[in-house]
């Protein structure tokens, strides 16, 4: 799946994997940055699980995302992802993405940050609006101007993402080079501690 970074970069995996230790490595940001796409990526060569919380809160609950915010509203949605997440974090190593409002929330966001190494990725808007306009999946941008949405969450959301441990630029490039660039990030990271 991902043999570039496998077979180009090995030295690099070993050493993200190193200063991971038992900790898990969790993705926060925006809708679209690729946490999902990315996060697999990475436990692949991490040789660790992935999991998305998006994707265990919907097998959990066993209802689609669109489904539990029009039936219980945003603030239950808010408050199983924290449950979901606090649990998904007892248990390390793993690559966990996030939803793009799991980090937002004060609570949850306390569990994250106990929880692992957390990695921003971060994207202007042009970049995300591309990704999230191919699909109607997310029930905060079925408004009137969605771009104009997307911005306005990139406002207020990018200075509370930004208390992530590490920030690594999602641009417009292959996948595998942005989940290179977060390994790099861990690697680096590890290097100057010691
Ligand atoms: N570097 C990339 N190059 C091309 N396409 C990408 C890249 N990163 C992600 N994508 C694509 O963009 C779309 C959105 O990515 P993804 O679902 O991973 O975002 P996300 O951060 O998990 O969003 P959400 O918060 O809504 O779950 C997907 O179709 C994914 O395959
Ligand atoms: O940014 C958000 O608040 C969301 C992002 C998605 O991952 C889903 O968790 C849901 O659509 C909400
Ligand atoms: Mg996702």
Known sequence: MNGLLETAHPDLVQRARIALGSRNLVLVGLMGAGKS??????????????????HEIERVSRMSITDLFAAYGEDEFRA?????????????????????????????????????????????????????????????LKTENPRQTLENLMNTRYPIYAEADLTVQSRDVRKEIIAEAVLAAIAASADKQT
């Open 37 to 54: 796409a990315i996060g697999r990526l990475l436990a692949h060569s991490l040789s660790v699980p992935f999991i998305d919380s998006d």
């Open 80 to 140: 199983l992802e924290g449950r979901v997440l606090k649990r998904l974090l007892k248990t390390g190593p793993r690559v966990v993405s996030t939803g793009g409002g799991a980090f937002i929330n004060e609570r949850t966001r306390r569990h994250i940050k106990r929880g692992g190494l957390t990695v921003w990725l971060k994207a202007d808007i042009d970049v995300l609006w591309e990704r999230v306009n191919k699909r109607d999946t997310r029930p905060l």
